[in-house]
């Protein structure tokens, strides 16, 4: 019996995303969906998905940077990838980026189903011709980033880290700054998400121990805070973002993006990132 071929889905929108999923499983397909480039390459590299479903309209142009990498990896080039978009085919979208067919949202199943098919004609199992599934093959795509939260809010805290992770980071949280300092010395995190107001050591003071110690002070620091009063003095210590609560879950991706290099959003300056999309 022939195997199920895996599809991966990158859909900025969770429930779109869900409902591909569903639609591509009842034609007998495996499913899994992210909601960022960055899981979705992370989600390359786990899975080696026979085919992607990939959101053309990702927020920073990160489709298109994805299908150029894509094509200049030697394992992932001529991966078969159907695109979807709302209202225009994106100008940049053609088939030298590896983009065989494309559907409007939304779209019916058959639709889809039809894309999909024409999608693995095309490619005529160039791909996975060379690539035995017994065997493991290495994809040059980043690692996930690893990100240490320090925030003495549990709820915060509980909804930060399940973004955090379904958009491809690795995170760790403590709940003081305290213990936040000593967890950045010996973790080495890519980046630091750090509340201002905490017991036994503010947010203030831990940037201050960061900034000092010669282990952590290249490490990126988002600051969180319920006031803008701290925001000059943070950013003036070395903080690389100061956002306030409550923010968009966006937001504080967006920082992070910036922050560790994942994003287009490095260019704007600290105050600005609370106005990215979201």
């Not at 869900?18 to 992210?34: D, L, S, V």
């Not at 994809?139 to 973004?163: F, N, Q, S, W």
């Not at 966006?250 to 999309?277: F, H, N």
């Amino acid at each position: 019996m022939t195997a199920a071929r895996n599809i991966l889905i990158i859909e900025s929108d969770p429930a779109i995303a869900e409902g591909i999923a569903m639609r591509i499983r009842g034609a007998g397909f495996r499913t899994r969906w992210t909601t960022t480039a960055l899981a979705g390459r992370r989600a390359i590299r786990e899975l080696r998905p026979d085919l992607i479903v990939l959101d053309l309209e990702l927020p920073h142009r990160a489709a298109r940077k994805m299908l150029i990498a894509l094509q200049h990896c030697r394992h992932t080039r001529g991966m078969p990838v159907v695109g979807s978009f709302t209202d225009r085919r994106p100008a940049w979208c053609r088939r030298t980026l590896g983009i065989g067919n494309c559907v409007r949202k939304p779209f019916e199943a058959s639709s889809l189903h039809e894309a999909v098919a024409n999608s693995f004609k095309r490619s005529e199992s160039r791909f996975h011709a060379s690539l035995p599934r017994s065997r493991a093959v290495r994809i040059d795509m980043p690692e996930a980033k690893h990100v240490l939260l320090i925030d003495d809010d549990r709820d915060i805290v509980t909804g930060a880290c399940m973004r955090l992770r379904a958009a491809g980071y690795s995170v760790v949280s403590v709940g003081d700054g305290e213990q936040g300092v000593a967890a950045a010395a010996s973790l080495h995190p890519d980046a630091i998400v750090l509340d201002v107001q905490m017991p036994r050591m503010n947010g203030m003071t831990a940037l201050s121990r960061l900034k000092a110690g010669v282990e952590t002070c290249h490490i990126p620091v988002v600051m969180l805070s319920a006031s803008l009063s701290e925001q000059t003095a943070a950013l003036d210590a070395g903080a690389r973002f100061y956002l306030r609560k409550p923010y968009q879950a966006q937001t504080l991706l967006a920082a992070l993006d910036a922050a560790v290099g994942s994003g287009d959003t490095s260019s704007k300056r600290p105050e600005e990132i609370e106005t990215c999309p979201s």
